[in-house]
């Protein structure tokens, strides 16, 4: 059993535990095993509800400070992460932040919303207000990494723009999750050399097995 979170703080939801709201009236648990589980919303000395939701089983978790909603970070793919907010008093109207901003009208353009996308709830700025992290990479040539954050109202569904950080040109992009370039430099090469065998022939050579022929034949 998971205490009480602190106000706006996630935390790794266990697939065999459960999560206590900040006033304790509510409890989100799991059902069923690794790597996917659904969710249940259940009041103490109340009924349990189910949740219309098959997240990941490393989730992460959010209650909002006055109880009325939690966000769900749900990693999915290698190539995208899910937000989904639950309105307790609404459980089976499960909203999923990605589609909202998707048909919302913001300045992201849309190779940057269909490449690797990864969306992340950071944390509640009010009871309301809700801090969302988009960050990632464009799949489209040339390449490169963003990050944004919006705050979303999760009572109106609209977004209104916080930051963004300058586009930065990415050359490995087969690396999931808006990592910085990871070019590889040279550094030194020894020479090769020849190994001889018995009989003075050249079979292979090794840039590390440094053997002369004498020492070879002499075993």
């Given at each position: 059993?998971?205490g ?5 703080a ?14 304790g ?6 059902t069923?095993?690794?790597p996917?589980?659904?969710l ?21 978790v959010?209650?909002?400070?006055d109880?009325?909603?939690v966000?769900i ?7 995208m992460s ?6 307790v ?9 990605g589609q909202?901003f ?6 992201v ?7 690797h996308?990864?969306f ?9 207000r809700?801090l969302?992290?988009?960050?990632g990479?464009?799949?489209?040539a040339?390449?490169y ?5 919006y705050?979303f ?14 586009p ?7 690396f ?9 430099r ?7 050399e ?8 050249q ?7 440094r053997v ?5 034949s002499?075993?």
């Amino acid at each position: 059993m998971l205490g009480i979170p602190a106000l706006g703080a996630g935390f790794q939801f266990p697939s065999c535990g459960c999560c206590k709201s900040p006033d304790g009236k509510w409890e989100l648990g799991s059902t069923g095993d690794k790597p996917e589980f659904s969710l249940r919303l259940r009041r103490f000395g109340g009924r349990t509800y189910p949740v219309r939701l098959v997240v990941d089983s490393r989730c992460n978790v959010l209650w909002s400070p006055d109880s009325a909603y939690v966000a769900i970070n749900d990693p999915f793919a290698s190539d995208m992460s899910r937000v989904f907010i639950l309105w307790v008093a609404a459980p089976e109207k499960v909203r999923s932040v990605g589609q909202l901003f998707r048909h919302s009208k913001t300045s992201v353009p849309g190779k940057e919303l269909n490449g690797h996308c990864y969306f992340q709830a950071s944390k509640w700025l009010g009871k309301n207000r809700l801090l969302i992290r988009i960050s990632g990479h464009t799949d489209e040539a040339p390449t490169y990494s963003f990050e944004h954050e919006y705050v979303f109202d999760v009572v109106s569904g609209g977004f209104r723009h916080a930051t963004s950080k300058k586009p930065e040109p990415v050359t490995n992009a087969g690396f999931a999750g808006c990592w910085a370039s990871t070019g590889f430099r040279h550094a030194t090469s020894k020479k090769y050399e020849p190994v001889c065998a018995a009989d003075g022939s050249q079979p292979f050579q090794s840039a590390t097995n440094r053997v002369s022929p004498a020492a070879y034949s002499r075993r």
